[in-house]
Each structure stands twice: as structure tokens, then as C-alpha cells.
Nanobody
């Protein structure tokens, strides 16, 4: 599975961005697509995830009500609409694809098997 993330950029606080993640290869072997982010010197943190098979979606508390994850199965693409952006949202955003593992959690990076290259999001105050 190959993942290509795009859509990052520089935006002022309160603005919006939409990230895209195009998946190719054996995407049918994965169960979920997620977004994580990593600020300089910090660990990679869960942002949002969505199942391929239904509308189940998961969000970090820090982005609930501001970010929306969606998918286009026909295009094998997942989107992250980010509204009301804050300076603390500044990070490199990574998309990932995961296969369910017993005892795993969709909120943890270890559950995801495939990763895109990351796209920088910078929110200025």
C-alpha cells in the first residue's frame, strides 16, 4: 500500500485547510485510514481515522468539532477538513493505513502498517 499526502500549507489562525491522502496498491487489505501529526521534538499523535467499510470515524479530543475526516472509496482517497485552525495545530501531518490487530487501538500509531510521507501544516497567530 502506498500513501501520498497533500494539501498542507501556511494559514492564519482561524483559517481552514483540507488535506488529502491518495492510497494505491492493496488498499483492500486495510481496514482503516488515519491521520496523525507530529510537532518538532514531540511524539506522533493521533488526529482522526475512518473505516473503509462504514462511516465509523474517530477523533482526538483536541480536534473534535473542528476537523472532519471523510473518504471517497471510488478514488481510494481520504480527506481531512481542518477548520478553525489554531497555532497548536502546527505539525507535520501523516496519513496512515491500518489492519486490525488483536489488542490494538485505532488511536495508536503502532496499529497502522503503512505511512505516507507527511505534509507540513503551519498555523500563524
Amino acid at each position: 500500500v502506498q500513501l501520498q499526502a497533500s494539501g498542507g500549507g501556511l494559514v492564519q489562525a482561524g483559517g481552514s485547510l483540507r488535506l488529502s491522502c491518495a492510497a494505491s496498491g492493496r488498499t483492500f487489505s486495510t481496514h482503516i485510514m488515519g491521520w496523525f501529526r507530529q510537532a518538532p521534538g514531540k511524539e506522533r499523535l493521533f488526529v482522526a481515522a475512518i473505516m473503509w467499510s462504514d462511516d465509523s470515524a474517530y477523533y482526538a479530543d483536541s480536534v473534535k468539532g473542528r476537523f472532519t475526516i471523510s473518504r471517497d472509496n471510488a478514488e481510494n482517497t481520504v480527506y481531512l477538513q481542518m477548520n478553525s485552525l489554531k497555532p497548536e495545530d502546527t505539525a507535520v501531518y501523516y496519513c496512515a493505513a491500518g489492519v486490525w490487530k488483536y489488542g490494538g487501538s485505532w488511536y495508536t500509531a503502532a496499529t497502522y502498517d503503512y505511512w505516507g510521507q507527511g505534509t507540513q501544516v503551519t498555523v500563524s497567530s
